[in-house]
């Protein structure tokens, strides 16, 4: 148990799911800040905890750790005021809206020595963590060909809106910022590749969508519509730094697709295939033969086996993975070594990659990713 004071900046889904796994964790949950104080108040009282007036109040309370969980243009803001009471930092992807804000807040969690992480919560499925055990054993061979998809269908209604449609609030990305970049985060992980170029497509296929609010969230908005600016799905083509071929298709309008994270890493040897909803099982296809892993906590890698919580054959999915990433958070903070936790070493990396993408989208030309600083050799 942690036993370590939590603060959450933001009140939405994504929130609550914070909150519980940072409960979970054995966190005492001391403030909440949501989008207006008397919001925030009446989600303090749900949540048995106290409404902050303003981020100032974070000098005051001293919090250990501060989950940003506000919208995408406020990550800055609140993750550096967060830092700068002391805090450790918690904060929803995309890190930024730019790469800009985003190396701002990586090279300050750098030098007030915070850890700082980013939810690539898929990276906590432990059959991923099969699967990157074997890639760096060398069981598929040299990679051929990297390809998946990341699908959902909330954003097919006309009458669907909220705060991500507004490239202001949410940045100049929509779909590939938001899921596309978990895909792109899973195949660095797995293959240990990292992508070097990109040519990329993007399309708005709902040209106006109604103002914000609940019921535009659910399907039934009413308020004035306004132009969309960001898109609805986005092909992107990719090379890696040594030279394998790549694509991901993302998209919020694929009728009947919930939240179909899927791909498939062909090898020289073997190929790896894993879906998402579909976590306890993972496809492994050879020439001569092919099989099926299931999770088991009692055999694989051991990271797969740590994160193999539950019994064979009791589905453990995307709750039980991003209470195993805040846990890891906490462990970290708390001076243990942890493998495989996702920093803002990775935010910043995705708000490259996308920064890519969407110069691709508008110029129609291969366009660079930016190098790390490993990769530069600096």
């Known amino acids: 148990m942690s036993g370590l004071k939590v603060v959450i900046l933001g009140a939405g889904m994504i929130a ?14 001391v403030g909440v800040m949501a989008s207006s104080l008397e ?13 902050l007036t ?14 940003v969980c506000s919208p995408n243009g406020l990550h800055v803001e609140h993750a550096e005021a967060a830092m700068a009471a002391g805090a450790h930092v918690i904060c929803e992807k995309p890190l ?38 074997r890639a760096e054993a060398g069981e598929f061979g040299p990679w051929q060909l990297l390809h998946g998809s990341y699908l959902q269908d909330w954003m097919i209604s006309p009458l669907t809106s909220n705060w991500r449609v507004d490239a202001k609030a949410g940045g100049a990305s929509r779909a590939f910022a938001d899921i596309g970049s978990h895909w792109c985060d899973l195949m660095e992980f797995v293959t240990g590749e990292r992508i070097a170029s990109v040519s990329a497509a993007m399309t708005i296929t709902v040209a106006q969508r109604p103002s914000g609010g609940a019921g535009s969230f659910a399907g039934q908005g009413s308020g004035r519509l306004q132009d969309v600016d960001t898109e609805d799905a986005a092909c992107v083509m990719f090379r890696t730094l040594s030279g394998v071929l790549g694509s991901v298709n993302v998209s919020q309008v694929s009728a009947g697709r919930k939240n ?11 190929s790896a295939v894993f879906d998402q909803e579909q976590p306890e099982t993972a496809w492994l296809g050879g020439v001569r033969s092919s099989e099926v892993l299931y999770r088991d906590p009692g055999v694989g890698a051991p990271d797969a086996r740590r994160l193999s919580t539950l019994p064979a ?47 691709s989208a508008r110029t129609g030309n291969w366009v660079d990713v930016a190098a790390t600083n490993e990769e530069s050799g600096s």
């Open 16 to 29: 609550d799911i914070h909150r519980r796994a940072a409960l979970l964790a054995g966190a005492q949950l």
């Open 39 to 51: 919001r925030s108040q009446g989600i303090a009282r749900a949540w048995a905890t106290q409404a």
């Open 54 to 67: 303003s981020l100032d109040d974070l000098r005051a309370m001293k919090p250990d750790v501060v989950h």
């Open 96 to 133: 930024a809206i730019d790469v800009r804000g985003a190396a701002r807040l990586y090279a300050q969690a750098q030098d007030a020595a915070r850890i700082a992480t980013v939810p690539f919560v898929y990276r906590f499925h432990p059959l991923v963590r099969e699967l990157k055990a």
């Open 260 to 270: 179909r994270l899927w791909f498939e890493f062909d090898g020289q040897h073997r």
């Open 313 to 359: 054959g009791h589905a453990q999915g995307y709750g039980h993975c991003f209470e195993h990433f805040v846990d890891d958070t906490y462990k970290a903070i708390m001076g243990e070594t942890v493998a495989g936790l996702p920093t803002f070493a990775d935010g910043l990396r995705s708000a490259q990659i996308v920064a890519a993408v969407v110069e």
